[in-house]
């Protein structure tokens, strides 16, 4: 066994290894193959085409992360694959496991060049200019499971955003890029008396409607099809911005900022969630991971509360104040005085 000093390099040598099972068990559909059901290795290698012996190396590796159970010659889903990692699932995950395989797995590899250059990765490993957004509307499909992935990230954050803040006295929320609508639903279920608007672009808004009238919240939630950075924004005493500003420059920041803070009425917020650093910028690993993850992605980058701070105020937010949630996305709300 490898000793204490050594300990944390091994594991950091096979940390994307453990990852890449996942993936490829999540793309191959064995987990939905298991909703119902214990199946034999060879039953499932017939199913989806594979070669026996490989997949039950896979299986196998899967019980020893704990996502499966081998019990004799058949596998079934543990709790936490048949909840999060089938794509039946309300709680699914899957989306986002796709988007990580299929996208930020082989932007990751290019880390070093992005490191050096300081810019994100795309042109290189897809051969095209753009953004993460350009790459998933490409696709309905990619569209889709892009929306999916931010819809089952979401769900484990944004009842801890809403609830971070006293909410009360506002009586319209409108979430600008609010994708699926999941915070607009969470601040509709803590909040009975509130009404609330998703506003996004409108292919996003076709999505958006799907999720909405599966939870039943069509008639207290408002579906406004639009681009945040040119048109309009919808009358609201109270906007939301989850997980947008960490994908953008510092101009674009401002300019949203600006046009939030112009057409919010005096007293109105602005409730920001998203990763917070901390002030020395050396904590916690998750945003740091995913401050580069931007990196490689995007134009943006995860901040600390004192720089998210600075914008707002620039801005001309008079109160601003931050809260970590104990979720994966930390909350900020802004007062307009």
Same mark, same amino acid.
């Given at each position: 066994? %490898?000793?204490? !000093?050594?300990?944390?390099?091994?594991?950091?040598?096979?940390?994307?290894?453990?990852?890449?099972?996942?993936?490829?068990?999540?793309?191959?559909?064995?987990? !939905?193959?298991? *909703?119902? *059901?214990?199946? @034999?290795?060879?039953?499932?290698? #017939?199913?989806?085409?594979?070669?026996?012996?490989?997949?039950?190396?896979?299986?196998?590796?899967?019980?020893?992360?704990?996502?499966?159970?081998?019990?004799?010659? +058949?596998?079934?889903?543990?709790?936490?694959?048949?909840?999060?990692?089938?794509?039946?699932?309300?709680?699914?995950?899957?989306?986002?496991?796709?988007?990580?395989?299929? @996208?930020?797995?082989?932007?990751?590899?290019?880390?070093?060049?992005?490191?050096?250059?300081?810019?994100? #990765?795309?042109?290189?490993?897809?051969?095209?200019?753009?953004?993460? $957004?350009?790459?998933?509307?490409?696709?309905?499909?990619?569209?889709?499971?892009?929306?999916?992935?931010?819809?089952?990230?979401?769900?484990?954050?944004?009842?801890?955003v809403i609830e971070a803040f006293d909410l009360t006295p506002y009586q319209c929320?409108? !979430?600008? *890029?609010?994708?699926? *609508?999941?915070?607009?639903?969470?601040?509709?279920?803590?909040?009975?008396?509130?009404?609330?608007?998703?506003?996004?672009?409108?292919?996003?808004?076709?999505?958006?409607?799907?999720?909405?009238?599966? #939870?039943?919240?069509?008639?207290?939630?408002?579906?406004? %099809? =639009?681009?945040? &950075?040119?048109?309009?924004?919808? +009358?609201? !005493?109270? $906007?939301?911005? =989850?997980?947008?500003?960490?994908?953008?420059?510092?101009?674009?920041?401002?300019?949203? /900022?600006?046009?939030?803070?112009?057409?919010?009425?005096?007293?109105?917020?602005?409730?920001?969630?998203?990763?917070?650093?901390?002030?020395?910028?050396t904590g916690p690993l998750n945003a740091l991971a995913q401050s580069l993850n931007? /990196?490689?992605?995007?134009?943006?980058?995860?901040?600390?509360?004192?720089?998210?701070?600075?914008?707002? #105020? +620039?801005?001309? &937010?008079?109160?601003?104040?931050?809260?970590h949630t104990g979720a994966p996305l930390d909350a900020i709300l802004a007062i307009?005085?």
């Open positions: 066994m %490898p000793d204490s !000093d050594s300990a944390i390099v091994i594991e950091l040598i096979h940390a994307f290894r453990y990852s890449k099972i996942m993936f490829v068990a999540v793309s191959l559909g064995i987990f !939905d193959l298991l *909703g119902n *059901g214990p199946r @034999a290795a060879h039953d499932l290698a #017939r199913a989806i085409g594979a070669d026996a012996d490989a997949l039950e190396r896979l299986l196998n590796a899967c019980v020893g992360l704990r996502l499966l159970r081998k019990d004799n010659s +058949e596998y079934a889903n543990e709790p936490v694959a048949q909840t999060y990692l089938r794509r039946d699932s309300d709680s699914t995950l899957t989306g986002y496991v796709l988007y990580s395989d299929r @996208a930020l797995y082989p932007l990751w590899g290019e880390l070093e060049d992005a490191v050096r250059e300081g810019t994100n #990765r795309w042109q290189q490993v897809f051969g095209v200019a753009g953004s993460l $957004f350009d790459h998933f509307f490409k696709t309905e499909t990619a569209k889709r499971d892009f929306l999916a992935g931010m819809h089952g990230f979401g769900l484990l954050s944004s009842p801890r929320l409108v !979430d600008l *890029g609010g994708a699926t *609508g999941h915070l607009a639903m969470a601040a509709c279920e803590r909040y009975p008396k509130l009404r609330a608007a998703v506003f996004d672009l409108p292919s996003v808004i076709e999505v958006t409607r799907e999720y909405v009238n599966k #939870r039943g919240f069509q008639d207290r939630i408002e579906l406004i %099809p =639009g681009d945040f &950075f040119k048109d309009p924004l919808p +009358e609201a !005493d109270l $906007f939301s911005l =989850g997980r947008i500003l960490h994908d953008w420059s510092e101009e674009k920041i401002r300019l949203l /900022l600006r046009r939030i803070y112009a057409r919010l009425p005096r007293g109105g917020a602005l409730l920001i969630a998203e990763r917070l650093l901390d002030e020395t910028k931007m /990196l490689v992605c995007t134009d943006g980058k995860e901040r600390t509360l004192s720089e998210y701070t600075a914008f707002l #105020r +620039e801005a001309g &937010f008079a109160e601003v104040e931050g809260k307009k005085e």
